[in-house]
């Protein structure tokens, strides 16, 4: 959203801990920092306490670069964390600390407590038109990783919206009425950050080789995609392969079919 902000130390490139990532991985200093940035911008704009869940060191490095090394070095720092089965739950530690509206309003207090000290001393002219300019545009403080609150953009998603999108894609089944399973499966999913992110990245990978039309291949349809972890899986590459290539790996209808507990 034009206009938000982060803010960051200046001494970020200079710090022990992205110097310990440049050193581990052999990165940048200058591609360390971009990645950080834009990691914490994502959390930033798609969490409100720094966690995801499902998307894993996949999904960080799809969506901010790098690669496993570069991430684990990161989570050595302890500046992200994987956890949960499969390490796929990812969070920032010192979230609240450094985003969020209890740390906005710190930044925002101190601003303000500075302002008024320096008025007090200063009488000049000149200075106090100086601090007036500067209080009308506040910039980003460098002692920690605040943000400036604002009302969250809605998200435009909806159900009526996805149909046709989903209906364009070719090898499909096509989804004719937004009858209550799927409202109720597409509320779930939007929940997750990791589905709002990614669910066109996965769209885009279609028609997925593993749905062919011979024996033993089958259509996916919106309920199937509406499922827990659907869209990581075929971002992962679990569907990248042609169908009785890999004859063991082949998933039997009846176990795809199968419906997955709603979260």
Same mark, same amino acid.
């Given at each position: 959203?034009? #206009?938000?902000?982060?803010?960051?130390?200046?001494?970020?490139?200079?710090?022990?801990?992205?110097?310990?990532?440049?050193?581990?991985?052999?990165?940048?200093?200058?591609?360390?920092?971009?990645?950080?940035?834009?990691?914490?911008?994502?959390?930033?704009?798609?969490?409100?306490?720094?966690?995801?869940?499902?998307?894993? =060191?996949?999904?960080?490095?799809?969506?901010?670069? #790098?690669?496993?090394?570069?991430?684990?070095?990161?989570?050595?720092? #302890?500046?992200?964390?994987?956890?949960?089965?499969?390490?796929?739950?990812?969070?920032? !530690?010192?979230?609240?600390?450094?985003?969020?509206?209890?740390?906005?309003?710190?930044?925002?207090?101190?601003?303000?407590?500075?302002?008024?000290?320096?008025?007090?001393?200063?009488?000049? =002219?000149?200075?106090?038109?100086?601090?007036?300019?500067?209080?009308?545009?506040?910039?980003?403080?460098?002692?920690?990783?605040?943000?400036? =609150?604002?009302?969250?953009? !809605?998200?435009?998603?909806?159900?009526?919206?996805?149909? !046709?999108?989903?209906?364009?894609?070719?090898? =499909?089944?096509?989804?004719?009425?937004?009858?209550?399973?799927?409202?109720?499966?597409?509320?779930?999913?939007?929940?997750?950050?990791?589905?709002?992110?990614?669910?066109?990245?996965?769209?885009?990978?279609?028609?997925?080789?593993?749905?062919?039309?011979?024996?033993?291949?089958?259509?996916?349809?919106?309920?199937?995609?509406?499922?827990?972890?659907?869209?990581?899986?075929?971002?992962? #590459?679990?569907?990248?392969?042609?169908?009785?290539?890999?004859?063991?790996?082949?998933?039997?209808?009846?176990?795809?079919?199968?419906?997955?507990?709603?979260?």
């Amino acid at each position: 959203m034009a #206009g938000d902000w982060i803010a960051f130390d200046h001494d970020l490139p200079d710090k022990e801990e992205v110097l310990a990532i440049v050193t581990e991985t052999g990165e940048s200093v200058a591609e360390t920092v971009l990645r950080l940035c834009r990691l914490w911008c994502w959390f930033d704009r798609m969490t409100e306490d720094g966690k995801m869940r499902y998307i894993g =060191v996949t999904g960080v490095t799809l969506k901010c670069g #790098g690669n496993e090394e570069f991430w684990a070095a990161v989570e050595k720092v #302890g500046w992200i964390k994987f956890g949960g089965e499969d390490r796929k739950n990812v969070s920032i !530690p010192g979230f609240g600390a450094r985003f969020g509206n209890s740390a906005r309003r710190r930044l925002l207090t101190a601003k303000r407590v500075t302002l008024h000290r320096l008025r007090k001393k200063c009488n000049d =002219v000149s200075v106090t038109t100086t601090l007036q300019n500067a209080s009308q545009q506040p910039q980003p403080q460098p002692q920690s990783l605040t943000k400036e =609150v604002r009302e969250k953009p !809605p998200v435009s998603l909806t159900i009526e919206t996805l149909m !046709p999108k989903w209906n364009a894609l070719e090898g =499909v089944r096509k989804a004719l009425i937004a009858n209550k399973t799927r409202r109720t499966s597409f509320k779930a999913r939007m929940k997750e950050p990791a589905f709002r992110s990614f669910y066109e990245e996965a769209m885009a990978k279609f028609p997925l080789k593993c749905f062919s039309s011979d024996s033993g291949g089958w259509t996916p349809d919106l309920e199937w995609f509406l499922r827990p972890n659907t869209v990581i899986s075929i971002l992962e #590459g679990k569907y990248d392969w042609e169908k009785g290539a890999k004859e063991q790996d082949t998933p039997s209808p009846g176990s795809v079919d199968e419906p997955y507990p709603e979260h």
